[in-house]
């Protein structure tokens, strides 16, 4: 079964299109470039985007060609799995189906089973404190910014979903604290 897709991959930041014989970006390191991982950029300013989360010591964004469809036809062949009879492929390239073009507008979050614990480094809060006021700190105070900061995180994710990604990222934030 072949699914024709109008593009060959979305770049990883963005979420961009990235057509067939186009130009794009790549990490020059290897693990970014893994067939599990896989990392394609529209732009060099998608690729440094990703640096602060993947923490790499020495990287570079090298240029490269996507292949044409019958090169990507031929790929997808060739990346069948082993054990045809599993239910996971071991390796599946993304296609443009409707339930991945339209990005998710709402998000469940799960009730926490387990009991609300602190979110904060209590040492380093009243460390902060002293120092910035000469004020000591109350304990019954991380409860209350615990609380303050799963509200932040639920709506976080909430904006997270309604881009589209699986990742909470520090923009998800900007709208919340402007």
């Given at each position: 079964m072949t699914i024709n897709s109008p593009y060959w991959r979305r770049c990883n930041s963005c979420k961009k299109e990235i057509g067939f014989?186009?130009?794009?970006?790549?990490?020059?390191?290897?693990?970014?470039?893994?067939?599990r991982t896989g990392l394609v950029f529209c732009s060099v300013s998608?690729?440094?985007?990703?640096?602060?989360?993947a923490k790499h010591r020495n990287a570079s964004?090298?240029?490269k060609r996507s292949p044409s469809f019958a090169e990507w036809e031929r790929q997808k062949s060739e990346d069948v799995p082993v054990n045809s009879n599993s239910s996971s492929p071991s390796h599946t390239l993304p296609v443009n189906t409707p339930q991945e073009s339209q990005p998710p507008t709402t998000v469940n979050l799960h009730e926490v089973t387990q009991p609300h614990d602190i979110l904060v480094v209590v040492s380093k809060l009243k460390k902060y404190v002293r120092e910035r006021s000469g004020m000591n700190t109350s304990d019954s105070v991380m409860n209350v910014l615990?609380?303050?900061?799963?509200?932040?995180?639920?709506?976080?994710?909430r904006n997270s979903a309604k881009a589209g990604r699986k990742t909470l990222m520090d923009r998800d934030f900007k709208s919340i604290l402007d």
């Open positions: 014989k186009e130009r794009y970006y790549a990490c020059s390191v290897s693990t970014c470039n893994q067939k998608c690729w440094d985007m990703h640096l602060p989360f964004a090298v240029e615990s609380d303050h900061l799963r509200a932040l995180c639920d709506e976080g994710i």
